[in-house]
């Protein structure tokens, strides 16, 4: 059962890289079907979400996705396995941060990528590189 999960979390992962999002989503549904509070597939649906929502033209129903995609990435970092996915964490923190920058939720962006950054840089050096960046530009804003 457990490799039968993995093995659609790598398969979810593949299809986001080949920018086959619904593929996916159906792949990650399936496995929250069975673990609901699964941070993987929580963060995959997540990417799912805000990579899909690049492709809405329309303000309204784009800033919606942004907000889902939120609420995905601290779904995913709330059940992230404290020691195990840390990583994930700090890349939902990092991810959610961008999102919520862009909607100009200044104030909740450099929250995320405080949480992002008090991770440290031994859970994903990239994630909390990109962190501190982003966070020094908010603060010259």
């Known amino acids: ?19 086959r999002y619904d593929e996916a989503r159906a792949a990650l549904q399936s496995v ?3 673990r609901p ?3 993987r597939a929580l963060f995959g649906m997540a990417e799912v979400t805000s990579k899909k929502a690049s492709q809405i033209s329309d303000t309204d129903r784009l800033g919606e996705e942004l907000y889902a995609a939120v609420e995905l990435y601290k779904q995913a970092a709330d059940n992230a396995s404290a020691d195990a996915e840390k990583w994930l964490k700090q890349r939902s923190y990092l991810s959610a941060g961008k999102i919520l920058a862009f909607l100009g939720q200044n104030a909740d962006a450099l929250a995320a ?18 962190a501190l ?3 020094a530009k908010l603060g010259s804003n």
């Open 32 to 34: 929250l079907k069975e």
């Open 113 to 130: 990528f405080e949480l992002a950054i008090g991770l440290g840089e031994g859970a994903d050096k990239a994630a909390y590189a990109e």
């Open 37 to 39: 509070n699964n941070a």
């Open 133 to 135: 960046k982003e966070k």
């Open 1 to 19: 059962m457990l490799m039968m999960l993995q093995f659609r979390l790598v398969q979810a992962d593949q299809l986001i890289l080949a920018r």
